[in-house]
């Protein structure tokens, strides 16, 4: 299995590779993990390694994942490697099945700048020595694995968010009330990735009129008059007009490190969430010369 990321346009120096395949089998060793993850940095500020260990068919099992990647993150994987590996024994489809579902729900919900790469790969890899019984989509127990793979791909895909190139903040947005959960990913990625709000959070400014905008310019139907938004649990806006909060505290909610944003449309039943991070002065430092 071949992947990269790096410099779009440029081929993989395949003779490279090809003459590290015997060092890399050589220097298989228990730990190889940790160096596995360290090598593949390259933006990336801190190693990401996630575990989980459980019960599932009546043995234990583990699930370990790695990832890398900092820039670039919009949906469909973007700039990432992401592997995942587990000694649980189940069945191929029924694998198959359940990684797509958890990375619809992790790794295709985040974005740093809303950008995205030609490079991405996702892999999940079970070799059965858990010698547990044998899952399959219809089991109820293969509800506990995906659960298991779920921490492990949301530790790994948060992480990546938090590690973003240049970033301050880890920004939370949750659209609720919408009447397609399309709808509610429409609202959620034009508040993600509005400049003027990521800037904004930034700069800790509470400027949350851009937030509104980014609401409208998402392009559904809305009746503003259900729209609601707050921001770390003050309500800011609703029933068509602003709430009566003092600049100070916004400021306050501004200048922590971790942002939560909640929109109701109040049009339906319907929620998507967004995971996102702030554009700094860093992060243009960074990929003004990426290639140089």
């Known amino acids: 299995l071949v992947c990269s990321t790096g410099v779009i346009g440029r081929r993989l120096p395949v003779r490279k590779i090809e003459a590290g395949i015997d060092k890399l089998v050589k220097g298989l060793h228990e730990y190889g993990i940790e160096d596995a993850e360290e090598a593949m940095m390259t933006t990336d500020k801190y190693p990401k390694i996630a575990?989980?260990?459980?019960i599932v068919g009546a043995k234990d099992i583990t699930i370990c994942g790695i990832a890398k990647g900092a820039g670039m993150i919009e949906p469909n994987m973007a700039t990432l490697l992401t592997y995942v590996m587990t000694d649980a024994l189940i069945d191929a489809k029924a694998l198959n099945t359940v990684f797509h579902q958890v990375i619809d729900s992790t790794f295709n919900a985040i974005s740093v700048d809303g950008c995205m790469s030609t490079n991405d790969t996702?892999?999940?890899l079970a070799n059965g020595l858990a010698g547990n019984n044998p899952l399959e989509r219809a089991q109820a127990r293969l509800q506990r694995f995906r659960e298991m793979l779920t921490d492990v791909m949301a530790e790994l895909s948060t992480a990546v968010v938090k590690d973003g190139e240049g970033a301050t903040k880890f920004i939370t947005?949750?659209?609720e009330g919408a009447k397609s959960k399309s709808d509610a990913r429409r609202v959620a990625y034009s508040i993600a990735n509005s400049n003027l709000v990521k800037t904004a959070i930034f700069g800790e400014d509470p400027n949350w009129g851009r937030i509104l905008a980014a609401i409208g310019a998402s392009g559904i139907l809305l009746e503003k008059e259900k729209v609601s938004l707050s921001i770390g649990?003050?309500?800011?806006?609703?029933?068509?007009?602003p709430a009566n909060i003092a600049p100070a505290r916004l400021k306050e909610i501004f200048q922590g490190g971790n942002i939560d944003i909640r929109v109701g449309l109040g049009g339906g039943d319907k929620s998507y969430s967004v995971y996102t991070s702030d554009l700094s002065y860093d992060y243009v430092k960074i990929n003004a010369d990426y290639s140089t």
């Open 122 to 124: 996702a892999v999940i």
């Open 233 to 241: 649990n003050v309500n800011v806006f609703a029933q068509d007009a």
């Open 51 to 54: 575990i989980r260990k459980g």
């Open 173 to 175: 947005i949750m659209v």
